[in-house]
Each structure stands twice: as C-alpha cells, then as structure tokens.
C-alpha cells in the first residue's frame, strides 16, 4: 500500500479529532481547520471524509501485520508470542493515542460499507492470531482449559477492549503498557488454575 506523507499528515489529524471529538466531530471542515488548510487541499488527495477513514484503516492494518509477523516468525513458545502481540498493541496506541478510536469503533463500524469491512478485516485477522497462540498455549500446557477456548479468546480481547476503553475515558491518564501487561499477566494466572 502506498500512501503519500500527505495522506498520512490527513489520517493523523483526522485520528486526533476521532480521539477529541467523536466520528461525528470529525468533518472535512474540522480536518481542514485543524491542519490548517483549506478545504480544497483535503480534497486533493481525498474524495471524502469515507475515503479517509477507509485509508486510515487499511493503514492500521498494514502496520498490526508489519509488527505481529516478526513476533509469529520467532522460534519461541506461544504464550511468549501472544504476550508480545498484545504488549506490541499496547505499546503502539500508546504512543498513537489517536487512533485508539479505532479500536473502540463503535459508531465508526456504522459510517459505510467500506468502513465496515475494512474494521471487520483487521478484526477477523487479530482474533484468528490470538485464537491460534491460544490453542497452541493449550496444546502445550502454557494454559489449562479451565474454560472452553472460545470464552478464553473472549476474556483476553474483552480485557484489552476494557483496559483501551479505560484509558481513553481517562484521558490517556495513566500508563496504557504497564496496566495493559497487567491484564495479560493476570489471565494467564487466571488460566494457570487447575480445573
């Protein structure tokens, strides 16, 4: 995917009016005042605020795939794996707190098609990994089945959502990578119990 410095300048402005103000804050208008450009110069490199959002996506999607892959290619256990896939999530949204909106997307998933297919596959891409290292975990006793796998994969992307959730209402109050590995930790001793 090539997307010009430009572009990237646009989806990062338009991540921190996400992050202040809301998807219905986040307007053409209100983009253009915030860089401070003209409305024109928004439109020359997109064709509306949809296109923006949509490359915005896909660019978050690039760069999950470009830190996880060198972590899924290393030759240690899965739990090592899936603790340093999420480590890596939080440390990224904590040093790009505005686009933690895309996380918490709530209203974003109802703004289009596009949209919403671009959320679905970053979605179905992170939960297929975690579920993945989470039955390797099983498979080589790094975690017991004190619970179905399912309910497993819940709780861990249920506590992520809940940690981001969090620290966004708090106004990024707090160290996102310390509470976030917290959580983690704290599953895998959940998941340490015997059953």
């Known amino acids: 995917m090539r997307i010009t410095d430009r572009q990237l300048e646009i989806i990062a402005a338009s991540g921190k009016i996400l992050a202040s103000r809301g998807i219905s804050g986040l307007t ?13 110069a928004i439109y020359r490199h997109f064709k ?12 978050l999607y690039q760069n ?15 739990k090592a794996k899936l603790i340093q896939i999420l480590d ?8 790009n707190p505005h ?18 297919n671009q959320i679905f596959k970053m979605f179905l891409y992170k939960i297929q990994i975690i579920n993945d290292l989470v039955t390797e975990c099983i498979t080589s006793g790094k975690i017991n089945t004190v ?11 249920g506590g992520f959502r809940l940690t981001m959730f969090k620290w966004k ?20 001793k959940l998941m340490a119990q015997k059953s």
């Open 48 to 59: 509306s605020k949809d296109d923006i959002l949509v490359l915005m996506l896909e660019y």
């Open 169 to 188: 209402s708090l106004k990024f109050s707090f160290d996102l990578v310390t509470e976030g590995n917290k959580m983690v930790e704290d599953f895998f």
């Open 64 to 78: 999950i795939q470009e830190r996880f892959d060198p972590i899924l290619g290393q030759d240690v256990d899965p």
């Open 99 to 116: 686009f933690v909106v895309v996380v918490l997307s709530d209203g974003l998933i109802d703004e289009s098609e596009g949209i919403r």
């Open 147 to 157: 619970i179905d796998q399912v309910s497993m994969v819940h709780f861990l992307m």
């Open 28 to 40: 053409v208008k209100a983009l253009a005042a915030e860089m401070e450009f003209v409305e024109s």
């Open 88 to 95: 890596s999530q939080f440390r990224y949204f904590s040093d």
